[in-house]
């Protein structure tokens, strides 16, 4: 059975036909030729002897290269009282250093065709930017002095926490911040990934100083990657990292504490957030789901798949494509390094609010309950095998892909090993991760809209219901 | 209409190892259509863009929003591939799909590894002959691109203004001028006559370009194209629409209130050169200097120096395009949000300093170097995923007549002179030529109420 599986998967389509109950396909629709092995970039890994890891992809082509520096330590490692403060850090990392104004900083890195991008999320921060291949060695020398050097300057650091407060009033007028705010809540609790933004009073009482302590923390050679993707050539590049990068030393004192994992499942809850004038109530259901280094993690993306992950999956086609409820309704797992989550989300119009997550409800115990068909299961996975290497066809994504990777204790060549196990995965384990993760009872239900359009609405599913701050 | 024979026009394929050069080849088909193929065996994967001259510009008064909700009905199934045959192949073949409406053009594209060349080149064909007209699906896709206006307008702070809103200000003929992504009451209003007779105005292969970007020999890609395009039949050339605009004698202003918005936010457009006049590159390249990341003049001025904005963004053709992706009027516009205690005076008063040393004071050389570097390092990008370039090369035809002008753009951006950009900025970036839009937040709301300073 297995390796008929396996077999149908490379199989021509007309042959997976057979098997399915939706309408046959075309007569004359050719068949899907024999499959070419999607090759995962080649990654050649080294440490620089103060201990910062350097990950080279070296891809001919188009004259460009893309950097990404991750350094561990985001949002989960905000002090207490200083929640969301890697967003400041990363407001602010650029804005200038201890030879350089901000204005010379994104002047010389657009001579070299780029800008600098600096994110923060749960568990790192990232900066990146992708150069001209001729103007290599301006684009690595930014990047060093930045990581090196970054000095927080008073001016820009009070300039910087104006603009975030204004500009934290600013995201919350979107339904799917609010959103994201309150499911980090009910996810996770007191646990530290609860944090997805600062706060007013967090951004009020962070000084510069705070960020220079923070960062000269955190911004140490053993506890960050270098990623470069594109058109050079690896010994040549691993010689600039060297020149750049092997002075930066690393602090005395220990590198921050690893994140504990949580463990608690939310409530199976409905928690509204009110934001008066809403024409939609924008749906969200949350629940903890497999890390990536999780056994079952692939099995769970091959459920997700079928569920909510493609836009023939069965919750898009029936919230979708059947009844019209929502525009661009979707399934997604996303990980970090000590938790997964699985997210459910659709912007619905108010009136049908009610029908909507009865749908999403159905469909999730559906897909917790009984087995996919072979053709679900074949597409699912020709589907997210497909994809991953078309995500990869940008030099930018590759590179942050794999800082993403190392954040998260896997090593380089995790990047093509997922496709296989993607491929590989039996039947018996979609169903088992289906099961443990997908029914609706282990969800929480977050509703953004108005206050008595999703009262209303959610009252029959008789659950608790309660207004979030 | 059978084609028993074919005959290619092949243009020879540029193979210079040059730097940003990649193979092509150019055919058209005796019933019209155009087919562009870039050779890339770097992954197994293939990308199809294929495109129909018909956008937002074709709607008639009274069925705004139309070409989009018909681009909509392109995923709905034909008589030989019904509803939800698509996306099941396409995705069952490893590969995802999506569809674009702008202005002048509407485009269907598809990224997928190479074993499903032939099906996906074959669902491209068969919705190229018909469509299924059925008034379900209609009513079924009426219901979504008004949830999708919902989610995307009617929801969201600033409901896009910049993008729909602004050029309605700015411009004055119903082609350029309408909500393209449209009213309800016109989209209520489309019945599946319309569909039917919008597909057989427009969607022809005369009127279309298909452009492959791939992992596979030119020859391999002309047989197939032949067998599946090849019999479709040509259709009468579709009317154009007439963008023609008198030109504009005053400054236009107008303020907006917004029941979800917390922060105010200032709009300004100028209406831009013709894409194929002397002045459209020293415009693509003013636009750029003025709004391009953080090294920008107006993030500096604005945010930096004045500290007046949150955020600028902008630039020619933004956002629905780059800046040498026009065809009929556009603008360069600036979307600059501010802080509660700033007025619009003030915003003003540092955006006008700022479009005023562009005009007294010539721009340096190394200035527009340093945004030419910029510019050329972003086209790249635009040139380095298949599906990316397929758009490229085919937007190309639409804009420029040639697909090889994609490799022309950084060369030509390259030569654009300080003078230039002078010249431009003086005669363009005139009071008289622009339209703003200030929203603010509805009164009552907590961001109309907050106190100057107040965050620090």
Known sequence: ?469 | MRQLFVLLLLIPGVLSAQAGRIAFEQFTLPNGLRVIYSEDHSTPVVSVDVWYEAGSRNERPGRSGFAHLFEHMMFEGTPNAPKGVLDRVIEGGGGSNNGDTRYDFTEYIETAPISALDPVLWIEADRMKTLDFSPKNLENQRKVVEEEVRVNVLNQPYGLFFAIDLPGKAFDTYPNAHNFYGDFKDLDAAKIEDVQKFYEQYYSPNNAVLAVVGDVSPDAIFARVEKYFGTIPAQPTPPRPNVGESPQKAERRSSQTDKLAKVPALAIGYRMPPRHSSEALAAAVTGELLHNGQASRLYQALVKEKQVALSVDGGVNWPLGAPFEYNGPTLMTSFIVYPPNITQDHVLAAYDATIKELIDKTASQQDLDRIVAKMRSDWYDQLEVPISRASALSHAVLFDGAFDAVYQIPEDLAKVSPAQIRAFAAKYLVNTNRTLINRVPAPGEKGAEKKPGAGL
């Open chain 1, 1 to 469: 059975m297995n390796s008929l599986k396996v077999f149908a998967l490379f199989l021509s389509l007309a042959s997976v036909t057979a098997a399915q109950k939706e309408v046959p396909l075309p007569k004359d629709l050719p068949p899907y030729a024999a499959e070419q092995p999607l090759r995962a970039p080649a990654v050649q890994s080294s440490k620089l002897d103060n201990g910062l890891t350097v990950w080279l992809v070296s891809q001919r082509g188009l004259p460009k290269v893309a950097f990404a520096v991750a350094v561990r330590g985001g949002f989960a490692a905000d002090p207490a009282d200083r929640p969301g403060i890697t967003e400041l850090l990363s407001k602010t990392i650029d804005q200038g250093t201890k030879s350089r104004t901000a204005k010379q900083i994104s002047q010389e890195l657009q001579a070299a065709g780029g800008d600098l991008s600096a994110e923060s999320s749960k568990d790192f921060m990232q900066v990146s930017t992708a150069v001209l291949s001729s103007k290599v060695d301006a684009g690595l020398t930014i990047l060093s002095d930045i990581l090196q050097n970054a000095s927080f300057p008073d001016a820009e650091v009070a300039l910087a926490k104006r603009n975030l407060a204004d500009s934290l009033r600013e995201r919350e007028s979107q339904p799917s911040f609010l959103a994201a705010r309150v499911m980090g809540k009910v996810l996770f609790g007191e646990h530290p990934y609860h944090v997805t933004a600062p706060t007013q009073e967090s951004i009020a009482a962070s000084t510069a100083a705070d960020l220079r302590n923070t960062y000269a923390l955190r911004a140490r050679p053993d506890q960050a990657v270098l990623v470069a993707v594109g058109d050079f050539d690896n010994d040549t590049m691993l010689g600039l990292a060297k020149t750049q990068f092997g002075g930066w030393r690393p602090p005395g004192g220990a590198a921050l504490p690893p994140t504990p994992r949580p463990t608690v499942p939310p409530q199976h809850a409905v928690f509204v957030v009110v934001r008066p004038g809403s024409v939609q109530t924008t749906l969200q259901l949350g629940t903890l789901g497999p890390m990536r280094s999780d056994p079952d993690f692939e099995a769970a993306e091959v459920a997700n798949a079928i569920y909510g992950g493609t836009f023939s999956s069965r919750l898009v086609s029936n919230i979708r494509e059947d009844k019209g409820y929502t525009y661009s309704p979707g399934a997604s797992l996303r990980t970090y390094r000590q938790a997964g989550v699985l997210i459910t989300r659709a912007d619905v119009r108010n009136e049908v609010t009610a029908p909507s997550l009865n749908e999403i409800t159905y469909e999730l115990n559906r897909l917790a309950t009984t087995t996919p068909s072979d053709e679900e299961l074949t597409k699912a996975k020709r589907f997210l095998v497909g994809t991953e290497a078309i995500s990869l066809q940008a030099r930018s994504a590759v590179a942050a892909e794999l800082a993403k990777i190392w954040v998260d204790g896997l090593p380089p060549d995790e990047i093509g090993i997922y496709s296989q196990r993607i491929a590989a995965t039996p039947t018996a384990e979609v169903d088992a991760a289906a099961r443990k993760y997908f029914p609706a009872w282990r969800s929480a239900i977050v509703a953004v809209g108005e206050e008595k359009v999703v009262r209303d609405a959610l009252a029959p599913f008789g659950l608790p219901i309660q207004t979030m701050p």
